[in-house]
């Protein structure tokens, strides 16, 4: 069955560099998009951007500057790499399949501290 | 960008209510193939969003028949006939017609 599964580190410092790992099941990355979806502590949901099941990526505006989304379609996986973190990025981070359904990971929570 | 406002930012009902939640664009979400890709999902405490409406006015497999979406160009209203408990949480809008995606604010629906 179709499964996203995020991972990375909980916490990372002030001007560091959040990397993260959707890990996928279920379905071809060659076959459907998958986007990110962040949500900061106590507020709404931000998307962030997307990689398309050709390769092509498309970013949020004000985030495009510091994200890069990238994959491996060997491995099954998406990258998301934001540079330059602050502490207003703490929040809880989201993959999830575009199309055909409605396929969420449980989402990870990341928080920005020193 | 597209900008999606969903008014209001709250809303108090008793059970049993009807509920309406709108959201508003910053420009038509037709796509050029016709369609309009305009979503709506709940996300209840703790949980990832769950998809209830994609397309406008299509319900997403197992979504009640109390939950009903409209509207056409800018303007779209998301309908909750008689509220239930498991109602309860933030509902957001959400397009995917325009590049990049956006979501709107969110709003609120919880017990008076």
């Known amino acids: 069955q179709v499964q996203l599964t995020e991972s990375g580190p909980g916490l990372v410092h002030p001007s560091e560099t959040l990397s993260l790992t959707c890990t996928v099941s279920g379905f071809s990355l060659t076959g459907y998009s998958v986007y990110w979806v962040r949500q900061p502590s106590g507020k709404g949901l931000e998307w962030m951007g997307r990689m398309r099941y050709n390769g092509d990526t498309s970013y949020n505006s004000a985030l495009k500057s510091r994200l890069s989304i990238s994959r491996d379609t060997s491995k099954n996986q998406v990258f998301l790499k934001m540079n330059s973190l602050q502490t207003d990025d703490t929040g809880t981070y989201y993959c999830?399949?575009?199309?055909?359904?409605?396929?969420w990971g449980q989402g990870v929570m990341v928080t920005v501290s020193s | 960008d597209v900008v999606l406002t969903q008014t209001p930012v709250s809303l108090s009902v008793t059970l049993g209510d009807q509920a309406s939640i709108s959201c508003r664009s910053s420009?038509?979400?037709?796509?050029?193939?016709?369609?309009?890709?305009l979503e709506w999902y709940l996300q209840k405490p703790g949980q990832s969003p769950q998809l209830l409406i994609y397309?406008?006015?299509n319900r997403f497999s197992g979504v009640p028949d109390r939950f009903i979406g409209s509207g056409s160009g800018t303007d779209f209203t998301l309908k909750i006939s008689r509220v239930e408990p498991e109602d309860l949480g933030v509902y957001y809008c959400?397009?995917?017609?325009?590049?990049?995606?956006?979501f709107g604010g969110g709003t609120k629906l919880e017990l008076k």
């Open positions: 959400f397009q995917a017609t325009h590049d990049p995606w956006t």
């Open positions: 397309e406008v006015s």
């Open positions: 420009q038509s979400l037709e796509y050029s193939d016709g369609y309009t890709y």
């Open positions: 999830t399949r575009a199309g055909d359904g409605d396929y």
